[in-house]
């Protein structure tokens, strides 16, 4: 079981910069891929980045590439996305996720509570 709580969500100007860290509570954390994904208003859920275990290889979607950065310290059972050059486009609702290597959310066994991020122009 892996329990996990979002954190660093916040308002800020479009150009600014948030970090989203996510605290994960459980043993099979360090062993699972790590995933972040958004949804904004009347919008699916949609794929924004994922990190493997061993933290060595990660996959983006296009839209945040070269913005967006994925890591995580399995150390601290604690998974980040550092958010650069936000856009108004990235208002939406984050969450992190432990599971499968994916960009699916269904590989994804578990789920945070989210964290409200909204981008003014």
């Given at each position: 079981?892996?329990q996990l709580?979002?954190?660093g969500?916040g308002l800020v100007?479009?150009?600014g910069?948030?970090?989203?860290?996510?605290?994960a509570?459980?043993?099979t954390?360090s062993?699972?891929?790590m995933?972040?994904?958004?949804?904004a208003p009347?919008?699916?859920?949609?794929?924004?980045a994922v990190?493997?275990?061993?933290g060595?290889?990660?996959?983006y979607?296009?839209?945040?590439k070269g913005r967006f950065t994925i890591s995580?310290?399995?150390?601290?059972?604690?998974?980040?996305?550092q958010?650069?050059?936000l856009?108004p486009e990235?208002?939406?609702i984050?969450?992190?996720a432990?599971?499968?290597?994916?960009?699916?959310w269904?590989?994804y066994?578990?789920w945070?509570?989210?964290?409200?991020v909204?981008?003014?122009?």
């Open positions: 079981q892996v709580v979002e954190s969500g100007q479009a150009g910069s948030l970090r989203l860290s996510c605290a509570s459980g043993r954390f062993r699972s891929a995933g972040w994904f958004r949804q009347g919008k699916e859920r949609e794929f924004v990190i493997i275990w061993t060595g290889v990660t996959s979607r296009d839209s945040v995580r310290d399995n150390a601290k059972n604690t998974g980040y996305l958010m650069n050059s856009e990235d208002t939406a984050y969450y992190c432990a599971g499968r290597f994916s960009s699916s269904s590989n066994d578990y945070g509570q989210g964290t409200q909204t981008v003014s122009s």
